[in-house]
């Protein structure tokens, strides 16, 4: 189980839904529009790059979501994906890394508590994304 940090952190944690853990570490500048790549960077790089980070893992739309084209009064309406299949790969991740919704973890810990996760397991939860050949996280656990 996950460790919640939470209690003490002072700054603010950002909200990231749990499959984004994933996408935030295959990113590489592709999106679904310049606002929601711009706004997927400056998230990924501030999370990443910033040991003191925290971020606050959900399953529900976060600060990516904010800035998509598919994001409509807090919910994905992504063409290819339904608001269930985008929460149940959140609820697979959540599962699988044994976390709790609303957890609160440093960003350092974002690569280790996922680097477990096996090729066959993240082939279920990214299911028919359609970023799988860009994802540079979905190609190292390719099986
Ligand atoms: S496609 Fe859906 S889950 Fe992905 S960033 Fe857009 S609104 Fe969020």
């Not at 606002?35 to 529900?60: H, R, Y």
């Not at 508590?113 to 540079?136: A, M, P, Y």
């Amino acid at each position: 189980m996950v460790k919640n940090v939470g209690d003490g952190v002072s700054s603010k944690p950002i909200r990231i839904r749990a499959h984004h853990l994933l996408c935030m570490q295959g990113f590489q500048g592709f999106g679904y529009s310049k606002e929601f790549t711009e706004n997927m960077a400056k998230i990924t790089e501030k999370v990443l790059q910033n040991p003191s980070s925290f971020i606050k893992i959900v399953n529900g739309s976060d600060s990516i979501c904010e800035c998509c084209p598919h994001y409509d009064k807090g919910i994905c309406t992504g063409e290819s994906s339904s608001p269930n299949v985008i929460m149940f790969m959140d609820s697979l991740v959540l599962q699988n890394l044994k976390i709790e919704e609303g957890s609160i973890v440093s960003a350092t810990q974002i690569s280790s508590i996922t680097k477990n996760l096996d090729g066959q397991t993240v082939n279920e939860i990214c299911g028919n994304c359609s970023w799988r050949k860009k994802c540079l996280f979905f190609q190292e656990k390719r099986l």
